[in-house]
């Protein structure tokens, strides 16, 4: 079956734009989960969506948005970009929590760059 | 608030030997702890993970052990071989659905 997939696979923006990155999960995975890694900060997360809601959200300003539709896809957005937000953005779904032993299954990511 | 501590950050062993990495995490309510390999261009993939009621967990040259008292979790991987080189991170659930990740360690497996 088709694993999860992040659109687009790599993005340049300058400084101030906005940003949005799509993630569409595994089919009938309802758990879509954000993270952004970079070297110094290594993987941190972002926010987690289960059925169209955001149950969880990590430390990141509000310029992070993230929204889950109703087929389970989710996009994530980034307003008024700065340099320090370039880096790999990881989606990673799952049949519902993680810490239930459901799987979580990770993209490839998108590579963003603010130049 | 949450972390996890992971050691060594860079691990370089000879191939057939073992190799072990450790986390500590601070979130007594966290339950749920994989671990992943990333290799390189690609997302992190999992390659096993432990609950809180489990003390210890093998899958073939892989192995998890978990302390919950010490909040202290490893991976061992017996018999590495050159494919084994990635970085691996551990990581720790909370509540169901917030992860925290360990800052991974990449390791090198010299044939």
């Known amino acids: 079956k088709a694993g999860v997939t992040q659109t687009p696979r790599y993005l340049i923006k300058t400084r101030g734009q906005q940003v949005t990155l799509s993630c569409s999960p595994i089919?009938?995975?309802?758990?879509v989960s954000w993270y952004q890694q970079t070297p110094g900060q290594g993987l941190q997360f972002l926010f987690e969506y289960f059925s169209e809601t955001q149950r969880n959200k990590g430390n990141f300003p509000g310029r992070f948005s993230g929204r889950q539709f109703s087929n389970s896809r989710s996009e994530m957005n980034v307003s008024t970009l700065e340099l320090g937000d370039s880096a790999l953005y990881l989606c990673?779904?799952?049949?519902?929590?993680?810490?239930?032993?459901?799987?979580?299954?990770f993209g490839q990511g998108t590579r963003l760059t603010v130049v | 608030g949450e972390n996890v501590e992971q050691h060594p950050s860079t691990l370089s062993v000879q191939e057939g030997d073992s190799a072990v990495i450790k986390c500590t995490y601070s979130d007594s309510a966290s339950n749920y702890f994989p671990w992943y390999k990333q290799e390189l261009g690609k997302g992190p993939q999992l390659i096993i993970d432990?609950?809180?009621?489990?003390g210890e967990k093998k899958d073939q040259r892989i192995a998890v052990t978990l302390n919950k008292t010490a909040k202290h979790f490893s991976l061992h991987i017996t018999e590495t071989q050159p494919e084994d080189s990635a970085v691996y991170f551990c990581a720790a659930v909370t509540g169901g659905f917030k992860t925290i990740f360990g800052a991974g360690t990449r390791l090198f497996v010299k044939a």
């Open positions: 990673a779904s799952s049949r519902s929590n993680p810490g239930q032993g459901a799987e979580a299954f």
């Open positions: 089919s009938g995975h309802r758990s």
């Open positions: 432990i609950r809180s009621n489990v």
